[in-house]
């Protein structure tokens, strides 16, 4: 008290009485600041500005009162001691006076007690203001607790005594598909198929028993599928040690178990492929040289053992997949017992080739094995089907924007056409000037619509693929973009002087227009660049832009990029394939090559 400054302010009209108080409080006190007022707007001022650590007021004022005082320390907020100094009053008059928030009250001629008040408040308000730091604080926790229950990437679940729900956290809800207002008042075993309960009814006795554990378990969710969690479950015991309820931490684990038991069947599977499968299997080592091979690889690919023990898999891997085969490996080395599996295609001794699923194992540290095990079965046949199948939904495809393009050319088209010959037909002399404008208006628009219908119709079957081909079907398509747009379009072709086969012919012409249609929306660029050339056994269609680029992983990811992956579909059906390379900034390139064998 001694030590810290004090400023003080003395409401008081009398200076004789200001005096008083100013000698008795320099006598007791030393470090302080003392500034006297004697009327209403003086007060409030200094209240406003100073924000005094202590107020001594005289109770009446000649147009001013301790009331009202008061009354304005209640407005500002303020929350330091009020001490009221004024001559004799009633018992009721200090009682009313503390009432409205005065700390003391003392009489002028006891003005010894004062510095003992002022210690006594100034105590009294300190506590008062650690308090209300306290429950701020405390507040502030409640809040934060809440916040990270509520937030937990964990499920939160409390019970009661009798194992029914207290408390459970959003993410709970969200893993088991309930409202909180749904799964209040239920047992845990609500939630659990029969195996479930028969493991909850052992760890119910252990809980009421004080003992904590972790437990992995299946429930079920609100639409019945099985979620397993691993659940940390602690017993909730009042002061004496007797069962309150329990605490459980719930993390999902389905995912994990299903990646479990996805690794133990293909553990199984490859048992089983090793000591009995006719499918074929080599042992690498770590740098990917043959020391193993099943009888089966020789009578299907046509091979010896000697051309295939002790040389590179690599070699017997067709171009367009050895980078990405390399890759796989490379990174399988570093993750020892763990397995890959991909489609591929393989090189026969003739070689022709075919395509095979495979499997890569990291069995190096397995002293058993110490190789890399790959094994692999051809899936030519399905992979033909499969292209078989897209060429059908692709012609499917087709044949259904043929037909809506005839439906909206030969009805829409000659509804619009009959609109207009009736509206020329009306008698336009006898039209109020509104009316004509009205007319011309109709007009106009008949014409927009009855040309954008015609565009439609064109962009959905090009009928001029068929009629003209392929380069005269292009050069009228990239002639219409650069009229409909800023893009300049630079087309070259080589070796394109015969007709392709119409699926070919089709899909480079839709192919350039999704690209183009992408650049448009997207690119913002100015010029595109195709050429086409014609070899003897592929066709290559190059696309680039000189726009700002974009995330290829993003666009030809699922959810997005949908007309690129309609395209990949049918490069695919064509046994083609599709190389996009974009650099933000430098441009988008698209690289198509489809064999003309097909």
């Not at 006719?278 to 770590?286: E, I, Q």
């Not at 040389?311 to 067709?318: A, S």
């Amino acid at each position: 008290m001694e030590n810290k400054h004090l400023n003080i302010l003395i409401l008081e009209d009398s200076p004789f009485d200001a005096d008083m108080v100013k000698r008795v409080l320099k006598k007791s006190m030393s470090n302080l600041t003392i500034k006297v007022v004697d009327n209403g707007i003086d007060f409030q001022n200094e209240i406003k500005t100073n924000f005094p650590d202590l107020i001594l007021s005289d109770h009446s004022l000649p147009q001013f009162s301790s009331h009202e005082a008061l009354k304005i320390c209640k407005e500002e907020n303020y929350l330091n001691p009020f001490i009221l100094v004024t001559g004799t009053v009633s018992e009721e008059f200090a009682a009313q006076c503390i009432k409205e928030g005065a700390d003391d009250y003392i009489l002028k001629n006891n003005l010894i007690r004062l510095p003992t008040a002022i210690y006594n408040a100034l105590l009294k308000k300190n506590a008062e203001r650690e308090r209300r730091d306290a429950m701020l604080q405390l507040k502030r926790s409640e809040e934060r607790y809440r916040q990270i229950v509520e937030t937990a990437q964990e499920g939160i679940w409390m019970l009661d005594s009798d194992f029914k729900t207290v408390f459970v956290n959003q993410k709970l809800c969200e893993m088991f598909g309930y409202s909180q207002q749904e799964m209040m008042g239920k047992e845990n075993t609500y939630f659990m198929d029969d195996e479930g309960k028969a493991l909850s009814a052992n760890s119910r006795e252990r809980r009421m028993n004080g003992i904590s554990e972790k437990m992995d378990i299946c429930f079920r969710t609100k639409s019945g599928n099985r979620i397993w969690v691993n659940l940390a479950a602690s017993p909730i015991q009042d002061g004496e040690g007797n069962f309150m309820g329990g605490l459980a931490m719930v993390a999902d684990i389905t995912e994990r178990r299903l990646a479990e038991q996805r690794i133990a069947e293909s553990e199984k599977r490859f048992r089983a492929l090793i000591e009995k499968s006719s499918d074929f299997v080599f042992l690498l080592n770590a740098h990917g040289k043959i020391i193993y091979k099943s009888p089966s690889v020789l009578n299907h690919y046509g091979f010896t053992k000697e051309d295939l023990v002790g040389k590179d898999n690599l070699r017997f891997i067709y171009r367009d997949d050895v980078g990405k085969m390399k890759n796989l490996f490379d990174e399988l080395l570093r993750k020892p017992g763990e397995s890959v599996s991909f489609e591929h295609r393989r090189i026969h001794k003739n070689l022709s080739y075919s395509w095979a699923e495979g499997t890569l194992t990291n069995l190096l540290e397995d002293p058993a094995v110490a190789a890399i095990v790959f094994n692999f079965r051809d899936i030519t046949e399905r992979k033909q089907m499969d292209s078989l199948f897209m060429k059908v939904a692709i012609r499917a495809q087709e044949q259904e924007r043929n037909r809506f393009a005839k439906d909206l050319h030969d009805g829409l088209g000659q509804m619009l056409t009959a609109v207009k010959l009736n509206l020329s037909g009306m008698d336009r002399e006898s039209f109020t000037e509104d009316q004509k404008k009205s007319y011309t208006n109709a007009q106009t628009i008949l014409g927009n619509a009855m040309r954008e219908a015609r565009s439609i119709a064109h962009n959905l079957t090009p009928k001029g693929l068929d009629e003209f081909g392929l380069l005269a079907s292009l050069t009228d398509l990239f002639d219409k973009s650069a009229s409909a747009s800023s893009l300049q379009f630079k087309f070259q072709h080589f070796e394109l002087s015969d007709r392709l086969n119409s699926d070919i012919e089709l899909a480079i012409y839709r192919l350039c227009q999704e690209f183009i249609s992408n650049t448009i929306k997207h690119a913002e660029a100015s010029v595109v660049d195709i050429k086409i050339k014609k070899y003897k056994h592929m066709l290559v269609l190059i696309y680039e832009d000189n726009g700002k680029g974009f995330d290829t992983e993003k666009l030809l990811s699922v959810g997005s990029g949908i007309g690129l992956k309609n395209m990949e579909s049918r490069i695919k059906s064509l046994n083609g394939s599709l190389i996009t390379n974009s650099i933000s900034g430098r441009g988008t390139t698209f690289c198509v090559e489809i064999p003309l064998n097909n």
